[in-house]
């Protein structure tokens, strides 16, 4: 099941899963659009609240249905109830961190999870993996992204409450505030600066390598700490268009993932990773990832991706290179 088949990211998913050949029921809360897609792809679907949409005859549900702080807890509840495995693609850090705080209960239920299945946090989790693999005893982790192209509505109202609230790192194993921390940063593009933000990795890198400080760094954001102010920021979300990215867009933007490693010596590897447009990586991950999961293999309990699937994972997504420095 895809649920949240409606939104964006859940219509290029349920999209690119009929174009291989899977029957996805889809399902979500808007009865409308949800038919309407199943009908123009021949498929099943289902409408109801996360909390009471039918699993029955369900083997395994992706969440595409932001903001995952509303989604994730009644739908991990059904599917732990009913034994059904769980993919999501928040990049929410306290839905990431709830998640994985789930852990126990989904072992003794025997499911399997995985949190972070799309771009949030694919790239950045298998990169921080391999690099971790790469210099065993790394107490530090530095990343960067450049995600070119435009936002989701999703995407863009999730991204204004995330961001607006301040950028943060992990120091310790802590979260800590980081206001004005940045650096110049060489992509495959050439070099740029960027600054620390808010992102999955902070939460889900330190479960996946066990590394105590973190940073993820992304291009500035013009303007952004005016929407720390609450009415400002409600307005700027209720002015936000429809849709997402067309089909042009997307082709024409790709995205570059940065990310350096050190241990107490001082010794650093570093790596590189291209790759298709951020939502067009996130339905091909969730996809792949779902695949992986049905075929058996991924043991219960809750993962990141590199956990479930290893850090190579990312290479078998089409267009994507990765590069060891």
Do not use: K
Request: proline fraction near 6%; include cysteine.
């Amino acid at each position: 099941m895809i649920y949240g088949a409606n939104g964006y990211s859940g219509t290029l998913l349920a999209r690119l899963a009929a174009e291989h050949g899977e029957r996805p029921v889809l399902a979500g809360r808007s009865a409308s659009s949800v038919t309407r897609l199943a009908e123009s792809l021949l498929l099943e679907h289902r409408i109801g609240d996360p909390g009471s949409i039918s699993l029955d005859g369900i083997d395994t549900v992706a969440n595409c249905a932001g903001p995952f702080a509303a989604t994730a807890a009644p739908l991990v509840a059904a599917c732990l109830s009913s034994g059904t495995a769980y993919l999501d693609i928040t990049g929410e850090l306290d839905v990431l961190g709830w998640m994985l705080a789930q852990d126990a209960a989904a072992r003794v239920a025997g499911v399997t999870m995985i949190t972070g299945a799309g771009f949030d946090v694919v790239p950045t989790d298998c990169l921080a993996a391999l690099l971790a693999a790469a210099l065993p005893g790394a107490v530090a982790l530095e990343i960067a992204f450049l995600a070119p192209g435009g936002l989701s509505h999703g995407t863009a109202r999730t991204a204004l409450g995330e961001l607006g609230t301040g950028a943060l790192r992990c120091v310790g194993g802590e979260l800590v505030p980081a206001p004005g921390v940045s650096r110049r940063v060489p992509f495959p593009s050439g070099v740029r600066t960027v600054t620390a933000t808010r992102w999955g990795d902070l939460v889900t890198a330190r479960h996946s390598t066990g590394i105590p400080d973190i940073t993820v760094y992304m291009p500035a954001v013009p303007g952004l700490g005016v929407l720390r102010f609450g009415p400002l920021r409600r307005l700027v979300r209720a002015l936000l268009p429809a849709g997402g990215p067309s089909a042009a867009r997307r082709a024409a933007n790709g995205c570059e993932v940065w990310a350096e490693v050190r241990d107490v010596a001082g010794t650093t590897r570093a790596a590189t990773l291209t790759g298709p447009n951020a939502y067009a990586l996130t339905a091909a991950a969730t996809l792949g990832a779902l695949q992986r999961v049905r075929a058996g293999g991924v043991p219960p309990g809750v993962h990141t991706p590199s956990t479930a699937l290893g850090g190579d994972f990312v290479r078998s997504l089409d267009g994507v290179e990765v590069r060891l420095l």
